[in-house]
């Protein structure tokens, strides 16, 4: 065994709207790239929030995407989710949709209608997955894991209870399929309990700190709204609870191919954003009201 160490503890840039319903701070890219937090490619964190009543709910348009997936994990608050391929759901408190775009959707996503007309606490992380290139154009799919659906293992000593949304946590698998490794473990922590993690050195890992605040490796403070990135060095680290807390644990494979990126378009290539374009503009993404 050897320890993982922490690399960095960042606080939670400025907030900017996308729509007018995702209060979010951009984690990724941001101070780490894409490429060196593949195959987590962007994280939006929309700390919690009180969005007031309205009649008409608050969110983004109809906007396309190709080449990787989008997670969204609801801690606070209802999203509701359509595309152009004719999945829609609404996820609630410690639901998760997972959305893969692949050759391309287009798709809406807004607070529920009736967590809008009562207003509410809203708290969210959107995550995108990267997908290799031999994936990249493949069928649009969609998840939604409940989370009743979802495995947990509850920890030694009442110390608290490991949510395995993808990948996998002491041999208990998660309910989410991925197309390359990649662990989301949602940990949930009582006060003074501590959970043990271990993941391959070369997986970009990092953490996001949702409620409480934590101890990583006994000596690393993170606090609520915080995100920790891990070296890639070692495999093993700790996680203590300051007080009851619960903390985002990812760590995936990294993609070793090139990314070009622009704006909702993540491939390999120029030439396969502008084809992206041409095809968005072209109607080839479906349609959707
Ligand atoms: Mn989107």
Redesign the pocket.
């Given at each position: 065994m050897s320890i993982k160490k922490v690399e960095a503890v960042i606080s939670a840039p400025p907030f900017h709207m996308?729509g007018d319903g995702f209060r979010v701070h951009n984690f990724i890219p941001g101070r780490y790239s894409m490429e060196r937090m593949s195959p987590f490619i962007m994280l939006d964190y929309g700390s919690k929030h009180y969005f007031p009543p309205t009649d008409k709910p608050r969110g983004?348009d109809v906007?396309?995407?190709r080449g990787f997936e989008?997670v969204t994990i609801a801690y606070k608050g209802k999203v509701a989710h359509h595309d152009s391929a004719g999945n829609s759901g609404i996820i609630g408190e410690g639901d998760v949709q997972w959305?893969t775009?692949a050759s391309g959707v287009l798709?809406?996503?807004y607070h529920e209608e009736n967590f809008s007309r009562q207003g509410g606490d809203f708290q969210m992380v959107?995550l995108w997955v990267n997908l290799p290139a031999k994936f990249k154009m493949s069928q649009p799919k969609y998840q939604e894991i409940t989370n009743d659906t979802i495995s947990k293992v509850s920890l030694e000593n009442n110390e608290g209870v490991v949510e395995v949304i993808a990948g996998e946590y002491q041999q208990v698998k998660g309910s989410a399929e991925t197309f390359t490794p990649v662990h989301l473990l949602n940990s949930k922590l009582n006060k003074g309990g501590k959970a043990t993690f271990n993941f391959p050195a070369n997986y970009n890992t990092f953490i996001i700190v949702l409620e409480g605040s934590v101890v990583l490796n006994e000596t690393s403070n993170v606090d609520y709204n915080c995100m920790a990135v891990f070296s890639n060095e070692g495999t093993d680290f700790s996680i203590e609870a300051k007080e009851d807390a619960i903390v985002l644990v990812l760590s995936g494979e990294p993609i070793n191919e090139p990314i070009y990126a622009h704006g909702?378009f993540v491939m390999n290539t120029r030439d396969e954003i502008i084809q992206a374009f041409n095809d968005f503009q072209n109607g080839k993404f479906g349609t959707l009201n």
């Open positions: 996308v983004v906007h396309p995407h989008t959305m775009a798709h809406k996503e959107q909702p």
